[in-house]
T-cell receptor, first 113, second 113 residues
Framework: AQSVTQLGSHVSVSEGALVLLRCNYS??????LFWYVQYPNQGLQLLLK??????LVKGINGFEAEFKKSETSFHLTKPSAHMSDAAEYFC???????????FGAGTRLTVKP | DSGVTQTPKHLITATGQRVTLRCSPR?????VYWYQQSLDQGLQFLIQ???????AKGNILERFSAQQFPDLHSELNLSSLELGDSALYFC????????????FGSGTRLTVV
């Protein structure tokens, strides 16, 4: 079975500071990994995904994530936080095929001016 | 607009009642997924349909049921509602395989009073 664990339910950073949101996965097969963002009163929006190939994945809004198989991690980073990045972020995993996707508990990012 | 349409956006109903939530997937997507989002449980996978057939079941209660129609829209039926069923219900769609990621609707907020 596949699952993800997001470390830290709340992360607070200052505007312009590095954003680091942590995600560790558990999977018995090579995983496909995703990060989604949810703004208040909205649905989830895909930020980026890792399927195969390059382990450093770039997404929208300046975010990127690195797949590290040895550490079973897929942490999300952004060099410089912006006020508009304040939202809830979800890491997700699927084994692919016609299987469903399992989400982590989410990390709420607060950006202080 | 993500292309996934959910109606209604808000629903307030009494305990013991039955409601139907509707989802129209993004054009061309054959798979529909239903998720329940609550503060204490996070994002919980309920059920998946692919081209009219049930493909996977998650933590869906027996009081809940769903179907996908020939035009690919889907309905989630919730009956004998309890206060604890109050949550955001999201529908997501995908082309077929989960490795491509999902497109989420904006959700239906259900309040049971």
């Amino acid at each position: 079975a596949q699952s993800v664990t997001q470390l830290g339910s709340h992360v607070s950073v200052s505007e312009g500071a590095l954003v680091l949101l942590r995600c560790n996965y558990s999977s018995s097969v090579p995983p496909y990994l995703f990060w989604y963002v949810q703004y208040p009163n909205q649905g989830l929006q895909l930020l980026l995904k890792y399927t195969t190939g390059a382990t450093l994945v770039k997404g929208i809004n300046g975010f990127e994530a690195e797949f590290k198989k040895s550490e079973t991690s897929f942490h999300l980073t952004k060099p410089s936080a912006h006020m508009s990045d304040a939202a809830e972020y979800f890491c997700a995993v699927t084994p692919g095929g016609n299987n469903d996707m399992r989400f982590g508990a989410g990390t709420r990012l607060t950006v202080k001016p | 607009d993500s292309g996934v349409t959910q109606t209604p956006k808000h629903l307030i109903t009494a305990t013991g009642q039955r409601v139907t939530l509707r989802c129209s997937p993004r054009s061309g997507d054959l798979s529909v997924y239903w998720y329940q989002q609550s503060l204490d449980q996070g994002l919980q996978f309920l059920i998946q349909y692919y081209n009219g057939e049930e493909r996977a079941k998650g933590n869906i209660l027996e009081r809940f049921s769903a179907q996908q129609f020939p035009d690919l829209h889907s309905e989630l039926n919730l009956s004998s509602l309890e206060l604890g069923d109050s949550a955001l219900y999201f529908c997501a769609s995908s082309v077929g395989q989960s490795l491509y990621g999902y497109t989420f609707g904006s959700g239906t907020r259900l309040t049971v009073v």
